[in-house]
């Protein structure tokens, strides 16, 4: 008689780990772009706009990603990140989480970190303020981009222009990044001005934060932290 030992072997992906890097990988080819004068203007704002772009949707990608890696582990009791979540609150999370909440789509990205903040009693993050509200403000924008619909935006030149024909992006956003150096005066600010190095940056670095302030709250430990030195952005 022949005794053949099988072994189960499993593997666990952390797709987040993916999307971050790949957001900061974007992030940086679009600042080098900016320093780039070999290039047509033309032929290098359609670059710029495509890695700028492509960062904002890894950057959200991301924080969905790893908010529902985190509920996974928990679900499956796999320990690695989440072994220092009490056993009572890992009961809590893993039975809603097997409910559909917030399992399901209809929940935004922002509420399945409160909902997982509540269901541990612990304090929430302050909403009016970084990283909170840019992560919200990230959002819609990608929201808007991937379901764009087009509009007539009155330009600043303009001599019947005024505050009340400000868009609303321009509103939130102005003023905290710098603008796509590939437009001009007559560019709306969205989505011509806002799409660029500056406002990825800006919301790689919310992200960033978000994580670690949520780290923080909860005792999770960050998932990416083995690549974190080469998240670096100038």
């Known amino acids: 008689m022949k005794i053949t030992d099988s072994v189960s072997i499993k593997?666990?992906?952390y797709m987040s780990i993916i999307h971050i890097?790949?957001?900061?990988i974007l992030c940086q080819?679009?600042?080098l772009l900016e320093s780039n004068n070999h290039t047509s203007k033309f032929e290098m704002l359609n670059i710029y706009q495509a890695k700028s772009i492509g960062a904002i949707w890894a950057i959200s990608s991301f924080l969905e990603a790893y908010i529902n890696e985190i509920y996974c582990d928990i679900y499956d009791d796999s320990p690695e990140f989440v072994g220092s979540v009490p056993e009572n609150k890992k009961n809590l999370i893993a039975k809603m989480w097997s409910k559909g909440i917030p399992r399901t789509a209809k929940y935004s990205i922002l509420d399945k970190y409160d909902?997982?903040?509540?269901?541990?009693e612990i304090k929430g993050f302050s909403k009016g303020e970084f990283p909170y509200q840019d992560i919200q403000l990230l959002i819609k924008l990608r929201n808007s981009l991937i379901h764009y619909e087009p509009e007539w935006v009155k330009n600043t030149s303009s001599?019947?222009?005024n505050d009340a024909d400000m868009h609303k992006f321009e509103k939130k956003l102005k003023g905290k990044f710098t603008t796509n150096p590939f437009t001009g005066e007559g560019n709306a600010f969205y989505p011509d001005k806002c799409i660029g190095y500056g406002c990825a940056?800006?919301?790689f670095d919310a992200s960033i934060a978000l994580t670690e302030e949520f780290s923080k709250k909860s005792g999770v430990k960050i998932t990416y932290g083995h690549v974190k030195n080469n998240l670096e952005i100038a």
């Not at 890097?21 to 900061?24: E, F």
């Open 115 to 120: 909902i997982f903040l509540d269901l541990m």
């Open 21 to 24: 890097q790949s957001a900061a």
């Open 29 to 31: 080819e679009a600042r």
């Open 11 to 13: 593997s666990r992906t």
């Open 201 to 203: 940056k800006w919301g």
């Open 159 to 161: 001599h019947d222009f």
